[in-house]
């Protein structure tokens, strides 16, 4: 009780209605409260801790590399290892000609750096994002957030950045309004705040085509859909398109807070003159924290974790279709978006969650369905109790 009310004295609020669960320890697909109370987590940081909480893989690697060294010198300047090394495993991961890596500290700051790489490269300043987007809540994320549902957020920080313009996704004939001027399209492969909504057949190679047709850059937002999340290691592997330029964070520092925007060299190195310094930071690529991303992108693949995602996500489905309170079930491998067609049982629902024990929450732009997105690694056993649990909390509703 103290702690909470220390919180909520010194701890700075975001909204007037917090959670506060308090959390004592995390292990694997749950948390525990000081009272002992277990929680499924099927948030998982929103989709952060991929590869379980507490992983003892990413915890020593990140127990080693403290004992090596920390941080030593502005991003850029000096040779380590972590970064080195995680940075050729990711190119050999992606495909090509995805292969310079501007490591950053978190999400937002990677579609910063993006925006300002496109505009660079292009020397156009038109950029063009999708209806019911998130990428961050900097003034230049926050800029790209599809209105109407963005402007919530957006109207009391106005002017934000000028020449931002925002098109349906999933629309076709939008495509029509990338034009010359256009310096970038950034997107999400699969929505997530939009409450996981996925492309139509022939949509991102559309994209992609008349991006090349105009000779604007294609970001992709994989902030959330990165490192396994939709089943394969990246959405645009599930797909098939490659972007000019991908931004990642979330899972990709394995639990500790880390970004990047990765190019072929031909975009990246515009950053580097004219002027120089063009982009930088001074924590991003933390040794500590491209540790535990290494250690956590090598767990993925030798654990083949990856290739049961979509199967866990298909059983989360099938289990629990057919509950009359579930009007719809939007997914993409483990990210799941459980539609209940009405925001007043949303809410409800939330706090019959707490009793219960399930950690879940809503989507920014979709406040009528609920996430699943626990960590990667929830054993089939631990899907079904949850299952159980949440369905005993829809029958109560």
């Given amino acids: 009780m103290i702690l909470r009310k220390q919180f909520l004295s010194h701890v700075a609020q975001t909204s007037p209605s917090p959670m ?8 694997g697909s749950f ?8 929680y499924f987590d099927l948030v998982a940081g929103v989709s952060v801790s991929n590869v379980g909480h507490c992983n003892p893989v ?9 004992a090596r060294y920390m941080h030593v010198m502005v991003y850029g300047e000096l040779v380590e290892s972590p970064q080195v090394t995680y940075a050729t495993e990711l190119a050999a991961t992606l495909p090509a000609p995805l292969e310079a890596v501007y490591f950053l500290n978190s999400g937002a700051e990677a579609v910063e750096g993006a925006l300002k790489l496109a505009k660079r490269f292009t020397g ?24 109407p549902e963005g ?50 057949r022939g949509y991102l190679e559309a994209l992609r085509s008349r991006c090349d047709e105009v000779g604007a850059l294609l970001i992709f937002d994989e902030i959330q859909t990165g490192m ?14 490659v972007p000019d330029i991908v931004c990642l964070a979330k899972a990709f520092g394995g639990g500790m807070p880390l970004g990047a925007f990765v190019a072929r060299h031909e975009i990246m190195d515009t950053l580097r003159e004219n002027p120089v310094l063009g982009h930088i930071t001074t924590f991003g690529g933390h040794p500590v924290c491209c540790a535990a991303g290494l250690a956590a992108l090598r767990f993925l693949k030798e654990e083949r974790v990856v290739e049961q995602v979509e199967a866990k996500g298909a059983l ?9 309170q579930v009007k719809e079930i939007r997914r993409s491998g483990l990210l799941l978006a459980v539609e209940l067609g009405e925001s007043a049982k949303l809410y ?9 024990g399930i950690m879940s929450d809503w989507f920014l732009y979709c406040d009528t369905a609920f996430r699943i997105s626990p960590p990667l690694t929830i054993s089939e056993e631990e899907i079904r109790e949850s299952v159980r649990l949440i369905l005993q909390a829809l029958d109560r509703l």
């Avoid at 506060?20 to 292990?27: G, I, T």
């Avoid at 990413?58 to 127990?63: D, S, T």
């Avoid at 409800?348 to 219960?356: A, G, I, P, Y």
């Fill in 124 to 147: 156009r300043t038109e950029m063009i994002s999708m209806r019911r987007a998130y990428h961050g809540s900097t003034h230049g994320a926050m800029s790209m957030m599809g209105t």
């Fill in 20 to 27: 506060l669960v308090e959390v004592e320890r995390a292990e």
């Fill in 348 to 356: 409800r629902l939330m706090e019959l969650f707490k009793e219960v």
């Fill in 228 to 241: 396994g999340r939709t089943g394969e290691m990246f959405a645009m592997q599930k797909y098939g398109v």
């Fill in 31 to 38: 948390f525990y409260t000081p009272e002992g109370k277990r």
């Fill in 58 to 66: 990413v915890v020593k690697a990140v127990q080693e590399q403290a």
């Fill in 151 to 200: 402007e919530e957020w957006k109207a009391a920080f106005r002017p934000l950045l000028p020449d931002v313009q925002s098109i349906e996704f999933n629309h076709f004939e939008a495509l029509n309004r990338i034009t010359e001027r256009t310096a970038c399209v950034l997107m999400e492969p699969v929505q997530g705040e939009a409450g996981v909504r996925l492309p139509e």
């Fill in 316 to 324: 989360y489905e099938q289990l629990l279709q057919g509950h009359p």
